[in-house]
């Protein structure tokens, strides 16, 4: 079948050439954006008197009409299309006739083709934002109910200093929040139009860009032609935000998964997000937190395949940029469905404390507290960092923990030791006499909290 762009040529591809060059399978799902585009296209084209009113009318309810087709599931897109641009303008033609030829006025598809990724990416980062602050939304409610748990704080895998449950959730909240403020970066910086662009010269008719970028809702038009349609740095600046995201689920995930493990029992997650083994009737397995974890390699492979294609382009439009989207819709759908997954999972996971408590008792994370004790009656810190440290060494040896040490085991290594040591080395006190900002005490996990509550609040809009 001969394309619409036949003329320098025959446009009659192969048919393996044709199926090679066709890119329809993944760039139909932006339909919506492509007509909404078109409708605004026909509309400044007839303000401007590059076709007239009646021609704008027919045009825009051509569109419309395919819109509605589309959606309702009257009008399917051909697989056998070159692309989604070349199908509605095809199927435009064959519902309103000549008329529907003149839409392509002062526009090309590689403008149309910018605009139209903008569109749609500017959607899809909407719905990115609303299932990250869902996220955070459904850690807080964690965090609220576990300001109390005690668990044991890791610094390199090995226990280190006593923390509540909810001190280790917010740190999730605090980065879900940076990557949230990310995703507006990326659109601050999206948002502009390159409609009028053309090819890649602009166009000789009188065309009014700023106002279809208004229309559009952009902030402004790209300033420069060659830029308008060669740029996609915004598709890579948005990759590497999912991949932060995903990084940060992933983190969470392995922890997710060791701490729903035998050897930590720290949380059961829901039977709703987990699965059982094909032969071990026993197995209650992490695979949706296991899921999430693999999939952040498939969306750094996205990013580093747009990264790697764009590298070696000349300016202009070069059809490599075709690969554009099957890299970033990938991204785009693998994020939101491990958001999607992650939030409900979080929000029924079963802290199991007495676990948590327990391990926190082990491994003398309350060593630091007890060097803290005789640095403030007066030892230097690294005097005393060091007795401690011998003190942990006769520990082990004796089978002891530093509460079970007695008075006079105390004082045989200083006279600054009172029977308020133990009061001093508790776990409770342990936690409560963090006092820093930022840190494990009581006051400031409120403090925490409230500020991610307030967060909320203000993009409450996105709920």
């Known amino acids: 079948m001969a394309k619409m762009w036949a003329g320098r040529t025959a446009g009659a591809l192969s048919k393996e050439a044709d199926d090679f060059n066709s890119s329809i399978q993944v760039d139909g799902r932006m339909y919506r954006q492509d007509i909404t585009g078109s409708m605004e296209h026909a509309t400044m084209l007839a303000a401007c008197g590059i076709i007239s009113k009646d021609e704008s009318v027919a045009i825009i309810d051509g569109l419309q009409t395919i819109l509605d087709d589309i959606e309702r599931g009257k009008l399917a897109i051909d697989p056998e299309a070159e692309d989604i641009h070349m199908f509605v303008e095809a199927e435009l033609t064959s519902r309103i006739g000549e008329v529907g030829k003149k839409l392509h006025t002062s526009r090309s598809r590689n403008d149309q ?40 704080g890791y610094t390199h895998l090995q226990r280190a200093q006593p923390i509540t449950m909810a001190q280790h959730l917010l740190a999730y909240a605090m980065m879900l929040r940076r990557d949230f403020g990310r995703l507006e970066d990326v659109t601050k910086r999206m948002n502009y139009s390159p409609l009028g662009s053309c090819a890649l010269a602009g166009t000789t008719y009188p065309i009014d860009r700023y106002a279809v970028a208004r229309q559009l809702g952009f902030d402004g038009i790209a300033e420069n032609s060659l830029d308008g349609v060669s740029d996609r740095d915004f598709c890579v600046e948005l990759l590497s935000a ?19 493990s035998w050897e930590f029992r720290f949380v059961e997650l829901d039977d709703a997000y987990t699965t059982g083994s094909s032969i071990m009737p026993q197995k209650k397995n992490s695979d949706m937190a296991e899921l999430v974890r693999g999939k952040t390699g498939r969306v750094y492979g996205d990013l580093m395949a747009l990264l790697t294609m764009l590298k070696g382009l000349p300016l202009a439009y070069n059809k490599d940029m075709q690969e554009d989207k099957e890299s970033v819709f990938d991204a785009v759908d693998t994020v939101k469905a491990c958001l999607g997954i992650f939030a409900p999972m979080i929000r029924t996971m079963r802290p199991i404390r007495e676990n948590m408590y327990a391990a926190a008792q082990k491994g003398f994370l309350n060593a630091t507290d007890l060097a803290d004790y005789l640095t403030k009656k007066g030892m230097p810190f690294r005097t005393a960092y060091k007795l401690v440290g011998a003190l942990v060494t006769k520990c082990i040896a004796s089978g002891k923990t530093l509460e079970t040490l007695t008075l006079d085991e105390f004082k045989a290594e200083s006279e600054l030791f009172e029977a308020d040591v133990y009061e001093a080395i508790s776990l409770e006190t342990c936690i409560a006499k963090r006092i820093s900002a930022g840190s494990t005490g009581p006051q400031s996990i409120k403090e925490q909290i409230c500020s991610v509550q307030e967060f909320l609040k203000n993009e409450k809009d996105f709920y």
């Open 242 to 260: 999912i991949s932060l995201i995903m990084m940060h689920l992933s983190r969470f995930s392995e922890e997710i998964i060791l701490w729903s």
């Open 113 to 152: 083709v910018a605009l139209d990724i903008r569109l749609y990416l500017r959607d899809e980062i909407k719905e990115i934002k609303k299932l990250v602050l869902d996220l955070i939304s459904a850690i807080c409610e964690q965090a609220e109910s576990t300001q109390d748990a005690i668990m044991p």
